[in-house]
């Protein structure tokens, strides 16, 4: 009879095409996996795994099978998620993912004030972009993910947390006062300090910025905005700073940040999780707990 275990580890193998790879993600020896294959291969009587000296691949029916497999686990982690939220809410393992340009500003205020109300809550978090996140939410392998809405997919709900607004950051000088507000027409002369290729700040630095030149639009390759902070206190261009950022990023004398027009930009931040989930109450308490601290740290609730 097929395993759980066997579908788990087809799954794994699926996703990284790779035994090693595989087995480690599954914390398993690779003889271990191998075998687990080799035993659903007989059981199910059609060949999944293509195996090469230095690759492997899925056949047609692998890959089917590795697809519905990927179902079952995650309707299985929905069951056992189910039974979990009717003895308590928001408490056991809660798997949340967050992007790199709220991570680190948003997780010291909100993780202290989940310890304090939600003390049997065992929270995992995953920090990485948008895409490679969303896939994982839909595979079952995080509950819920914080990005910048909107994030477009029929087996997804998502909820506005608060409306983080877009700061000009520039190398400081006389001619650069703080309190004077800027447009988009202001940048054109400026070179504009960007993120890497998928980072979705990257996107909205550059669809606010869409009408100017290419060549004020410079992508560093930088993963960090620390990185991007560091090269606009050394006048080598400027950037667009959202206002979580703000507090952690710009510690440098040599940073001026202005505010621009109205309507100012800004990108909506929302929780994001699976609408078959059976933990909707552990996602609106988790809202609920996420607003009341983002609020009194003084960011905007989104409407």
């Known amino acids: 009879m097929i395993s759980l275990r066997q579908l788990r580890y087809l799954e794994a193998l699926a996703r990284h095409l790779h035994f090693r790879k595989a087995a480690d993600a599954v914390s398993v020896s690779q003889p271990a996996l191998s075998m687990q294959i080799k035993d659903l291969e007989a059981e199910l009587g059609v060949k999944l795994v293509e195996r090469q000296p230095n690759s492997v691949r899925l056949t047609r029916e692998g890959e089917e099978i590795a697809a519905r497999a990927r179902k079952i686990l995650t309707d299985v982690r929905d069951l056992t998620d189910y039974a979990r939220q009717m003895s308590q809410p928001l408490a056991g393992p809660l798997r949340l993912g967050i992007i790199p340009s709220i991570a680190p500003y948003l997780l010291p205020r909100i993780l202290p004030a989940l310890s304090l109300s939600h003390p049997d809550l065992k929270l995992t978090i995953r920090e990485t972009l948008t895409d490679p996140m969303t896939q994982e939410l839909l595979t079952g392998d995080l509950d819920a993910i914080v990005v910048a809405l ?27 006062d703080a309190a004077t507000c800027v447009s988009a027409r202001d940048l054109e002369s400026e070179n504009m300090l960007l993120l890497e290729e998928g980072h979705c700040l990257r996107d909205q630095a550059l669809n606010y910025c869409q009408n100017l030149p290419a060549p004020g639009k410079n992508a560093l390759g930088a993963t960090s905005l620390s990185t991007v902070m560091q090269m606009v206190a050394a ?11 703000a507090e952690v990023e710009v510690r440098d004398e040599r940073v001026v940040l202005q505010r621009f027009e109205s309507p100012q930009p800004a990108r909506t931040v929302g929780l994001v999780w699976r609408k078959s989930s059976p933990r909707k ?3 609106e308490t988790l809202l609920e707990t996420l607003r009341t601290t983002v609020s009194e740290a003084g960011c905007r609730l989104a409407s």
């Open 150 to 176: 909107p994030v477009l997919h029929p087996a997804l709900v998502s909820e506005p947390l608060f409306t983080d607004r877009f700061l000009l950051a520039r190398k400081a000088g006389s001619s650069h």
């Open 235 to 245: 006048g080598y261009g400027v950037t667009l700073l959202p206002e979580i950022c």
């Open 281 to 283: 109450e552990d996602f």
